[in-house]
């Protein structure tokens, strides 16, 4: 059960990981709330070595403007803890926070267009 | 087909609602590319003598496509122009005098047809009075405006991914309409396509293999007449952006698109980040759709059969282009045919109605060409002939009339745009307009506003209930009439009786006591009892007490459009307004649409604007007065009292007295009848 993009493991798995709460667009006659289809999860990391950070970069670079990826993520809404391949996602361009130690502090890749 | 199924509506109140645009600019394939051979070439040459050819052959011309100039192979820049034909040495072009032809000159003809107008052409016979007419530079009349045509509706031009190695288009050339009610053949050609033809109606499904740009043509032949209408769709196949290669264009955001009928379709802005080179003025784009609805995928909506994954057809504004250098994105707006329509300017038209176009031409020396008469002319037999002749608009686009039909006598158009022509026509003689709809498809209605019983004449295409909105509908309330009087007036014509006058007033003999007076002639009628009608529901319409609803709806309801007009109802309880308004199912019909779409939440929604549909009581006939008789016992008329010239009075110019002659400052003498040959000096 680990974190990978495309099939790949990524080198050091995510401090922490969640499910962005979704915005509802408004709300309908009945006072509905009007979510959008698509969820988005945010990985992030404390620290990260920088062939870490130059792996999401890479992710991005290749699939940045156009294309879409596949990336396992913990799945939504289930009982148990596990794991699932979401397909045709797409990745924002990952933050990164101030060098420590020769290290990447506070990474953050979020992911979006994830249908559950 | 915007009315939803059961299944669909079902679909409809499902959630979530997903969307996924896809962008398609049509890169048309080469037929012809050679270059210009004659040392001579020169402004206004409508026969182009070529060599050097570098791709396609003449036999892959067809009348209507269009030629790029340029000055390099390939290239566009010094211009373009509409192809008639072409054989093994020339080419034949539309009539022009703005393109600098000159030898060596780079022509790249390609399987593109566009809006243009087609510019008539009369000149003097030689030694005589006489004109002989033409259109198109050299067209003859035969007999066109006595065996009519056909309008062909073969649907919208089309965008495609190749699913599992195929995808398969639907055709079908249902609401073709012959002006004459002939039985029609069909003769469909499918370009790129596994099956290359058909004969049949709806051919249904043909599938694609290979991703591409194509062409489809449909042939569509009178049986009685044997006139040939042709149109063309242009059919754009990629591969998924996970597979293959060819790619619709992929760095792109979806900014705004508005449609209005006013306005007489849509206006869609765009924003691409790729290096585009197919990103020029007139390009064809079409923006295409993978929906899914509570999960199902599925589209719902859009006019064309079969075509629902269609959201928009338009083309690229001509100067709508911008570049942004810091963001490397261009930006540019997408119009429906009507907006292209709108910059193309026709000559000014007239033609009468005839019953026997050929034969009056021949018996009538008022008719100088079988070219002014058109076999017993109708509005949509105008807009016919209008279009036909006079542009290119039905090799590219759908159309159809709908309502009912008048009688006209005559028809003129202005020097003005192809889309006022046909408009002004529209809302003048039968109070309707013309609008395309998302998919390209141009209508010709007759207004809810001028159909009398419109709520039970219209197909209801929604009833909206409170789950289909969002936020909070904005209610505009008129309190106030618009009109106080309307006045209408128009002419009753019969093909073999003539033209009878009527005029017409609402709300009665007496105005209302706010609002304006109005008075509009022009109109084409059956009867007096017709126009009273069309008046009292006119006058109904206008001083609607509720003009404007805007709703926010909750998801992709693409069953809904501007056009061809249908209703929706909306039901509102008077607990939830404060003016107490009891809606119960009250019909209302769409006027203006603008969707809105987040590609990174993959939710795409509309507002619409709605206007209440009316009905009035009939107006007042108001008596015509005879012509007063201009001469006779009954008096009338006038004697043209003669003309008195006054004298013209003698004007006496004062004779000069003289010049006064100086010698060194000192007054010699005045002196008379002096010729001064050479300059005058100290």
């Known amino acids: 059960m680990t974190y990978k993009i495309n099939g790949t493991e990524l080198v050091i798995q995510p401090t922490k990981g969640r499910w962005v709460d979704r915005q509802s667009v408004d709300i309908d006659g009945w006072g509905h709330p009007i979510y959008p289809p698509y969820r988005e999860f945010e990985l992030s990391w404390q620290l990260g070595t920088m062939e870490q950070a130059e792996q999401l970069r890479t992710y991005f670079s290749a699939v940045g403007s156009t294309g879409t990826v596949v990336v396992d993520l913990p799945k939504y809404a289930t009982n148990a803890y596990t794991f699932f391949a979401y397909t045709g996602c797409v990745l924002q361009e990952p933050s990164y926070g101030a060098f420590f130690a020769e290290h990447q502090a506070d990474m953050l890749l979020l992911v979006t267009r994830i249908k559950t | ?405 008048q009688n006209i006598e005559y028809f003129d158009a202005d020097r003005e745009s192809l889309y006022s022509a046909i408009d002004k026509l529209m809302r003048g003689t039968l109070q309707g307009n013309l609008v395309s709809d998302r998919q390209g498809k141009l209508w010709a209605e007759i207004s809810v506003a001028a159909t009398n019983g419109a709520s039970g004449s219209f197909p209801s295409s929604l009833e909206i209930q409170k789950q289909d909105w969002m936020g909070v509908p904005t209610i505009d309330e008129a309190l106030v009439n618009e009109l106080s009087y309307l006045e209408l007036g128009g002419i009753a014509f019969d093909f073999s009786a003539g033209s009878t006058a009527y005029l017409s007033g609402a709300p009665g003999t007496a105005p209302a006591y706010r609002g304006r007076v109005e008075r509009l002639q022009g109109h084409a009628l059956t009867n007096q009892a017709q126009l009273n009608t069309l008046c009292g529901n006119l006058f109904a319409y206008r001083n609607a007490k509720y003009p404007s609803v805007m709703i926010n709806l909750v998801g992709n309801y693409r069953n809904l459009d501007i056009a061809p007009q249908e209703l929706v109802s909306l039901s509102i309880e008077s607990t939830e307004n404060p003016r107490g308004i009891i809606w119960n199912g009250k019909p209302f019909h769409i006027t203006e649409i603008r969707w809105v779409y987040d590609a990174r939440e993959g939710f795409m929604h509309p507002s619409i604007i709605l206007h209440e549909v009316t009905q009035g009581s009939a107006g007042t006939t108001i008596a015509i007065p005879a012509l007063p008789p201009s001469s006779g016992e009954d008096g009338g008329g006038f004697d043209i009292p003669p003309l008195y010239i006054p004298e013209f009075p003698t004007i006496s110019i004062p004779s000069l007295g003289g010049v006064d002659i100086y010698h060194n400052g000192d007054f010699v003498a005045t002196v008379t009848g002096i010729n001064f040959i050479d300059d005058v000096c100290e």
């Open chain 2, 1 to 405: 087909m915007t009315i939803p199924t059961s299944a669909e509506l079902a679909l409809l109140r499902s959630s979530p609602h997903e969307t996924n645009l896809w962008l398609s600019i049509y890169k048309p394939p080469s037929a012809l590319a050679c270059q210009v051979n004659n040392a001579s070439a020169a402004n206004g040459d409508r026969v182009i003598i070529y060599d050097n050819v570098t791709a396609g052959s003449y036999g892959l011309v067809e009348s209507g496509m269009t030629m790029y100039i340029g000055s390099t192979l390939g290239a566009r820049d010094i211009g373009r122009i509409r192809v008639r034909s072409a054989d093994a040495t020339t080419i034949t072009v539309a009539e022009n005098s703005d393109v600098p032809w000159a030898d060596d000159l780079y022509l790249t003809i390609v399987r593109f047809w566009e809006i243009d107008a087609v510019y008539p052409r009369i000149i003097q016979n030689t030694g005589t009075f006489e004109t002989i007419w033409y259109k198109d530079y050299d067209i003859e009349y035969t007999d066109q405006n006595d065996n009519l045509g056909s309008l062909i509706c073969m649907g919208s031009h089309y965008a495609g991914f190749l699913d599992g190695d195929s995808c398969n288009v639907f055709y079908s050339a249902t609401g073709t309409h012959n002006l004459k009610e002939e039985e029609l053949t069909y003769d469909w050609f499918f370009q790129g396509a596994t099956v290359t033809g058909s004969s049949a109606l709806t051919p249904g499904s043909i599938a694609y293999d290979t991703a591409g740009h194509y062409t489809t043509r449909l042939k569509v032949t009178g049986g009685d007449s044997g006139v040939v209408d042709t149109s063309y769709r242009h059919i754009s196949i990629y591969d998924r952006p996970e597979n293959g290669v060819n790619h619709p264009v992929l760095g792109w955001t979806f900014i705004s698109m508005d449609g209005s009928r006013e306005q007489g379709g849509y206006i869609t802005r765009v924003k691409v980040r790729d290096n585009i080179s197919d990103i020029v003025d007139g390009a064809l784009v079409v923006i295409f759709a993978d929906d899914w609805y509570g999960g199902t995928k599925q589209s719902i909506g859009g006019n064309a059969l079969g075509r629902s994954t269609i959201v928009y057809v338009g083309y690229i504004l001509d100067g709508s282009i911008t570049y942004n250098y810091s963001t490397s994105s261009i930006e540019f707006e997408l119009g429906s045919p009507t907006e292209i329509m709108k910059l193309a300017e026709g000559f000014a038209v007239a033609v009468n109605s005839s019953t026997d176009p050929s034969g009056q031409a021949i018996s009538d020396d008022n008719i100088p060409s079988g070219w002014v008469l058109v076999l017993n002319m109708d509005c949509e037999r105008a807009m016919y002939h209008y279009l036909r002749w006079h542009s290119t608009v039905l090799y590219t686009t759908d159309f159809q009339f709908l309502g009912t039909d």
